[in-house]
């Protein structure tokens, strides 16, 4: 099965609201982004990144099969569960050679310029750090050549 694409919705948090009622999903990784208002997300976008404790069959549902949510950090916006920002940025670091990079460093950008020109209130898994390390350049200077 399919679902709806962004276009069919006036926000990012509608469309979320509207495919996944009644879902037993928490949004991660670029989703989870857009829910927490860290990343705008793509005009006629169509996929939806969620943890779930099982496979359903979506054709433009990124499903990432977990055990539990137990070990998550969970935001409820609403009737959505996601994952909280620092939970979704160390999940995209582990997970970087299959993510959107794009998502993640402009999310860095807006953080690091909306947090006075610091990374700090992020933290960063030890194991993740030196990913963290080599990417949080391009976020430092991702609005520099706009």
């Not at 949004?27 to 359903?56: K, M, W």
């Not at 939970?87 to 807006?110: F, G, K, P, W």
């Not at 909306?114 to 200077?141: C, M, Q």
Request: glycine residues 6%; hydrophobic residues 35%; aromatic residues 14%.
């Amino acid at each position: 099965m399919r679902v709806d694409s962004r276009s069919n919705y006036t926000s990012n948090r509608e469309w979320f609201h509207s495919v996944l009622r009644g879902k037993d999903v928490v949004l991660c990784h670029t989703s989870a982004l857009e829910a927490l208002g860290q990343f705008p997300g793509y005009v006629n976008e169509s996929q939806i990144d969620v943890y779930t404790r099982g496979r359903e069959s979506y054709e433009n549902v990124n499903q990432y099969v977990i055990d539990s949510f137990d070990g998550l950090e969970i935001v409820n916006i609403g009737e959505l569960r996601c994952t909280s920002l620092n939970q979704t940025v160390n999940d995209m670091l582990r997970d970087y050679d299959v993510i959107d990079e794009q998502s993640l460093v402009q999310a860095l950008a807006d953080y690091y310029y909306s947090n006075g020109g610091s990374f700090d209130g992020l933290r960063i898994a030890p194991r993740y750090a030196e990913r963290f390390e080599a990417i949080k350049d391009w976020a430092t200077e991702f609005y520099a050549y706009g």
